[in-house]
């Protein structure tokens, strides 16, 4: 059975990096990405400053995320990509390079997350930029291809609960 490409998706702090490596080591063909990676010099820079991103700054590393999504799948990959994906617009973007992507929504508890992101050493992304994260986000809608994961222990193995849901919707 072949494996839809993913979006680990979700605020800074939720773990999608993590999970998204821990799955990408799962799947046959697996290839964990980063949208962090794809940012331009001046996002990160803005970032960095405690600036949040316009949807303007957003539209180019969008489009570069589907797109690489992309080209993992039609090399026989598939893409496990950790991005922000924060609001519908910003999945249709993806979704107009990479039509076939599955977005998973990890739901983590605001406590949670400050621990996580102030615990954090070197992430261009201060804490700071944390609320202005939780009040773009729009969780996905019944009509959008994905799925919300809370995530309610720490010591829960989200990748495998992860890849059961996306195995049993598949």
């Known amino acids: ?9 979700g605020v800074s702090g939720s773990g ?8 990408a080591a799962r799947i046959e063909g697996g290839v964990a990405l980063d949208a962090d990676d794809l940012h331009s010099e001046a996002n990160t820079a803005k970032m960095h400053a405690g600036i949040p991103l316009t949807d303007l700054d957003r539209a ?6 589907g ?6 799948t039609r090399a026989g990959r598939v893409p496990v990509m950790a991005c922000s994906a924060l609001k ?13 992507a599955l977005f998973v929504l ?12 102030h615990a954090r050493q070197g992430h261009f992304m201060p804490p700071s930029l944390l609320d202005s994260q939780l009040a773009t986000l729009e969780p996905l809608a019944p009509d959008e291809p994905g799925f919300t994961i809370a995530i309610t222990h720490a010591d829960t193995d989200v990748a495998e609960t992860v890849l059961a849901r996306v195995l049993a919707a598949h």
């Open 16 to 23: 999608k990096t993590t999970v998204a490596e821990a799955l």
């Open 1 to 9: 059975m072949s494996m839809l490409p993913l979006v680990i998706m």
């Open 106 to 117: 990890l739901d983590v508890d605001r406590e949670e997350l400050d621990r996580r992101v």
């Open 88 to 100: 519908r617009a910003y999945r249709l973007r993806i979704l107009a390079e990479e039509p076939g």
């Open 67 to 72: 797109r690489a999504m992309a080209d993992e």
């Open 60 to 65: 180019p590393w969008l489009a570069a995320v």
